[in-house]
């Protein structure tokens, strides 16, 4: 399997992980898409638009072959008009590949560059905006003449220009084979997900000698892995499950592997102790279970990635104990913040909910005792549901199955058409496919639906199961959160929860990750009588939080402006570029708490950092990564901040590297003195 260079990228991640002996590691992947109403070309010749594609589909590979999909996303986000010099154009998101064709090749090079002509490459359109005129100039968009195999010409070279147009609905995919396909007038496309990625590592650690268990704790994930690992790769796989084991077929190099099975003592004694090399976990934030750690304790030896989309940074301190790093992390909140998924709007339910008696159970909330502390309050929060429900397709969670069913019928007798589901429910997958189908339009369950479960046209989601725990939390909003034709956005009731502890997860965390703006956040919320774009709200309350913490922090921060060393402060370079997340970094990996090494020290300091204020070496990463990102993206470095800080101006951190360059070289053409009629304190540059 042919790999780009951003799965490259999050191949190295995970080797390099390894390679510093930091053995378990987690990842996730986003992928690129295209603008609804773009039509690919089918296996068939006929062609369709993409929001209309579905699994059954095969598109056109570039060689004429077929391409099966191994993934559809949905989303919303910034979008991206690709206009060719001749035909027409299309659109796309900032991370969708493009294959080019580099075209300065010459028989007779005289310069190192015209070596390289003829080359193909597939770069992300956030890639191709930061190269130079000449490196756009060379590189063209390839279109197919014919699919035709003995053609003397297959295809043709076309130059290009990208501008920006704005938000808005996009479909991508994940196919097999060499990743490429072409759109409806036969140019050639790229796309790729994390389930190449995924597949790449175990098809690596095979190549290496690896024996690769990936292993789950449902059969229904096991099964996808089994299939998609195959069409991605070629590699087929044994099953360890039940009945079945891997041990019949001695030779296979990869393993799926239920949790359940292998959990068990007796089975995992069948294994020698160093049979798998190497172990994917999918779903990996239940790998903090004692099954996974029976499995993980005997293959002791393995190297271990977890994959997850809901490893929160809140919930580390648990996989802390598991992984000793995070690869690569693309969380819920972020999803929701780029447009992968639904806008989510929080309304707050004028109804206190009295939970404070509540005893806590494996450090959440007792499920026995919420539901006691929620029964005299179901038929209120009915009544509640009656003024913000209709129309919507609701999904409520509770803490115990009776609770659930009672729930149901207090719904049924105002008027809704409601249903519920158990993990006892004989009629399970026909009350979902009713529920899908409009049949219901509320459907109660106590937590079965938390995972490998999704209803696109969910658009109301109501929690009344609290929790401290971010990760359940997320997957419970998050069967609301996939996006559906004609749906606006994802309204999430919550309550007036009256609880002493301070920990319960509301809507303000599924985007906030510090307790200051999450808190600004849920006051809004509760303050606004119309629900609250969560977005909007963070981005209003992180400005409050940044200002009063500016405030607060006025005295140090004004001597550390007029500090005559060369590096900047570490505090200053964090509220400059409002990053909270630096602020308030806590280690929650072993080796995040490790001194901060030399070589750290030393790559800090050549970009401008002041090191010695820097407590740890998971902090020190954390700013090395944001120093890295910065540079690409063409913001201020650090010794531009210090300078054009000391002389009063805000937020440099803001700026782009060339307004700061710009504002850098007035200063000094007059002589080092603020140019007239520029007043540094409120002084802000021209976008």
Not at 502 to 510: G, I, S
Not at 653 to 658: L, N, Q, R, V, Y
Request: hydrophobic share 35%.
């Amino acid at each position: 399997m042919e790999l780009r260079p951003y799965q490259e990228e999050a191949r190295h991640a995970i080797e390099s992980e390894w390679h510093e002996g930091r053995a378990k590691t987690l990842l996730v992947l986003p992928t690129g898409c295209h603008a609804t109403g773009q039509r690919l070309l089918l296996a068939d010749g006929s062609t369709k638009a993409v929001e209309y594609i579905s699994y059954q589909d095969m598109l056109m590979g570039d060689d004429g072959k077929p391409r099966h999909i191994l993934h559809i996303t949905h989303g919303i986000g910034d979008l991206y008009k690709v206009v060719p010099v001749k035909g027409k154009a299309f659109i796309v998101t900032g991370d969708h590949k493009l294959t080019l064709r580099r075209t300065n090749e010459t028989r007779s090079p005289k310069y190192p560059s015209e070596r390289h002509g003829g080359e193909i490459v597939d770069v992300p359109v956030s890639e191709w905006l930061t190269w130079s005129k000449w490196e756009k100039h060379i590189h063209k968009l390839i279109r197919l003449n014919s699919i035709n195999e003995t053609t003397n010409n297959p295809y043709s070279v076309i130059g290009f220009s990208i501008e920006p147009c704005g938000r808005g609905d996009y479909v991508g995919f994940t196919v097999d084979g060499d990743n490429r396909y072409l759109l409806d007038d036969f140019t050639i496309t790229h796309n790729c997900g994390k389930t190449i990625c995924f597949s790449a590592v175990a098809a690596d650690r095979v190549e290496h000698g690896d024996r690769v268990l990936i292993m789950a704790h449902r059969g229904e994930l096991l099964e996808q892995a089994a299939d998609k690992l195959k069409a991605a790769t070629g590699l087929t796989s044994a099953l360890e499950k039940a009945e079945s084991s891997c041990l019949d077929n001695p030779f296979a190099r990869v393993v799926v592997g239920s949790v359940q099975t292998l959990m068990r003592e007796s089975r995992l004694e069948r294994f020698p102790h160093d049979y798998f090399k190497t172990i994917i976990i999918d779903e990996a934030h239940h790998a903090v279970s004692q099954s996974y750690q029976n499995v993980l304790s005997y293959f002791d030896g393995a190297r271990v990635l977890g994959v997850t989309a809901t490893a929160d940074r809140a919930d580390m301190k648990d996989l802390g104990s598991v992984f000793d790093s995070l690869a690569y992390e693309y969380t819920l909140p972020r999803a929701i913040k780029d447009g992968y998924l639904s806008p989510i709007k929080a309304q707050t339910i004028p109804l206190k909910l009295d939970i404070s008696k509540v005893a806590m159970s494996a450090g959440d909330f007792k499920a026995s005792d919420v539901d006691d502390a929620l029964e005299p309050y179901l038929e209120s929060i009915a009544d509640e549901m009656r003024n913000y429900c209709k129309g919507r397709r609701t999904v409520v969670f509770l803490p115990l199955v009776a609770t659930s069913q009672k729930f149901r019928d207090i719904l049924n007798a105002r008027g809704f058409k409601a249903a519920e589901v158990n993990g006892e429910s004989k009629d399970r997958a026909e009350i979902l496919r009713d529920f899908a189908a409009g049949k219901y339009d509320v459907l109660c369950n106590s937590m079965l639906l938390t995972e490998g479960w999704d209803c696109p046209a969910v658009d109301c989601v109501v929690v009344l199961r609290p929790t401290k725990s971010r990760a359940l939390y997320s997957q419970m909003v998050g069967r609301g959160t996939r996006l559906s034709p004609g749906k606006k956005e994802l309204l999430l009731l919550d309550f007036l929860w009256m609880t002493e502890r301070h920990e319960l997860c509301r809507p303000a965390h599924l985007l906030a990750k510090d307790k200051d703006v999450a808190a600004a956040m849920t006051k809004r919320i509760e303050e606004s009588a119309e629900p609250q774009d969560l977005e909007d709200i963070e981005r209003q309350a992180n400005e409050d939080v940044v200002r009063e913490r500016e405030e607060s922090l006025a005295k140090q921060l004004a001597q550390m402006k007029k500090r005559k060393r060369k590096l900047v402060d570490p505090l200053q370079f964090e509220m400059s570029i409002q990053a909270e997340d630096l602020t308030n970094y806590v280690p929650a990996f072993g080796w995040e708490l490790n001194p901060v090494s030399d070589k750290q020290k030393a790559t800090l300091e050549r970009s401008g950092i002041f090191p010695d204020e820097i407590t740890c070496a998971g902090k020190a990463q954390q700013v090395i990564d944001r120093l890295a990102k910065r540079r690409a993206a063409g913001l201020t470095t650090p010794k531009q901040i210090r300078f054009l800080e000391s002389r009063g101006f805000m937020h440099v951190g803001t700026w782009s590297f060339e307004a700061a360059s710009n504002m850098i070289a007035r200063i000094s053409a007059n002589g080092w003195r603020t140019p007239h009629g520029v007043t540094p304190s409120t002084y802000k540059p021209e976008v």
